[in-house]
């Protein structure tokens, strides 16, 4: 028996903690594929394709401490793998989000970590006979991206049940999400101390069934409403304390005030109040998506998941050309070097993915600047104002003030991360690391709040859907580019990242246009209060005479 949504306002706390641990662990894992790229190697999973293929060419080698061969062939068929994960952990949000809409958070929970169990499961037994079962990974990495997804996202709505610090707890869950690329390097390093592939596989499934526990116990079978839900409301309690004074006799009665958060229905007299935001809520779903702002965040998401993709499904083969700069030819010692470095950094790359949870709340933060000094949005415009009061800011531009600092600031971290990528140079990279970390997970922050604080709470599940699936489909790219960075520019990734680094670029449209519809508001506003001053100016008149 689900709980009600009473209960879980109660459990608030426990649910998003558990929530950022089970994102944290089970969510965007697949973002680690760095290093689980190195132990598929080991493990021998399509190694079977360089001995198929052992007389078309001699670029062979044997992975360090592993009894299996790899090859370019190897590389593109698990790079493949990758892509399609990536692809289901981004495109599943489109019918994630309608269904969520309908269905709520619950089952869609539920299934997502039945499906992150399944996909530990195929892994585990697939690496029992990698040379028959390999095939199995693609259908691993789809649940896994698929289950993961399902957590993330349901996660997303969990923000709702805060109120004012509605955007840091987004920014927290986001920033779980995106540092659960730092769960495959845990892994390999156990992984490397002797550890059985196959059994920590299976543990892993064992922990994906008490997330499934979890959901069953604690989580609502309705949605999380939004803050502005009016179901949100506080009970009074009187305890009467009757004191009586020893020496004198007397008794004093004080009234103790106790305050309970709870949620209920709507009382009939708040009805009034949520004329405006119904009207808003009845908006049809297709003028949200067709709207500017909404075509310009999925072009700049688009971009830079593109951006990110390609460099983490590639990183590896970056790293090593760094290390032997395309030789052919290369030594055996230079061979076990570049394997050693490759390692090392790629252990690097997910410890830093840790970041997101420190980075992510900052941008909050800057979603969520000033906010408590706007007036309210459903308040009538003749009445918010006194001559008393000094004015206050206005909410919706306020938020579009702070939404265009923040993809500003987004886009700049990312034409610095395009720009260090160029640079031929190892101990470097270790920057570009940390800012591939911050950028993504700022940018699905601020997409996030972007819409949240422009559409009505009910569009933001189908809207974040349609925007992830149009970027996932636009990351498919990275697999063309990978297959030419490995095959006609022998592993070097320069022109690629120049490319990439003039198509980001293209991300700072979106700023511009906020700013230029947050002048429209302005002129609108002042329009507005110049209207409303003339009546009032008129009604005093009247008065008088």
Known sequence: MAPSLAQAYRRRWWIAV????????????????????????????????????????????????????????????????????????????????????????????????????????????????????????????????????????????????????????????????????????????????????????????????????????????????????????????????????????DRYITNVPIMEDTVGAKPPESEHRDSQSTAKAAVPICHSVCSPIFLWSVLAMAITQLRLIFFMGAMNKMLEFLVTHGDPNSSEELRKEAEEQVAFYSFIFGTTQLLCLLTCPWIGYIMDWRMKECEEENLNISTIKSHSEPPKRDRKIQKLSNAIRAFIFTNLLLVMFGVISLIDNLPIQVLSFVLHTIVRGFIHSCCGGLYAAVYPANHFGTLTGFQSTISAAFALLQQPLFILMVGYLNGDPYWINIGLLIFSLAGFLLPCYLFYHRRSLMREKEYLNMFAASQSEKEYDDLIQ
């Open 18 to 249: 558990t929530a950022i641990m089970e994102n944290l662990l089970f969510s965007a894992v697949l973002l680690g594929w760095a290093s689980l790229l190195i132990m598929l190697k080991k493990e021998g999973f399509y190694s079977h394709l360089c001995i198929e293929n052992e007389t078309i060419g001699t670029n062979r080698t044997v992975e360090l401490g592993s009894r299996w061969q790899s090859c370019v062939e190897q590389d593109e068929m698990l790079n493949l793998g990758f892509t399609i994960g990536s692809f289901f952990l981004s495109a599943a949000t489109l019918p994630l989000g309608i269904l969520m809409d309908r269905f709520g958070p619950r089952p869609i929970r539920l299934i997502g970590s039945s499906c992150f169990a399944a996909s530990c499961a195929m892994i585990a037994a697939a690496a029992n006979d990698p040379e028959v079962l390999s095939v199995l990974i693609f259908f691993a990495v789809s649940f896994n991206g698929f289950g993961g997804i399902c957590l993330t996202f349901t996660s997303l709505t969990l923000p709702n049940m805060f109120g004012n610090i509605r955007s840091t707890i987004l920014s927290l869950m986001i920033g779980s999400y995106a540092s659960s690329a730092v769960t495959f390097p845990g892994i390999k390093l156990i992984y490397d101390l002797g550890v059985s592939f196959r059994l920590l596989m299976w543990v892993w499934t064992g922990m994906a069934c008490i997330v499934f526990l979890n959901c069953f116990l604690n989580w609502p079978g309705e949605s999380f409403p939004a803050p502005e839900d009016i179901r949100y409301t506080i009970k009074i309690r009187i305890n009467v304390v009757v004191t009586e004074d020893r020496m004198s006799g």
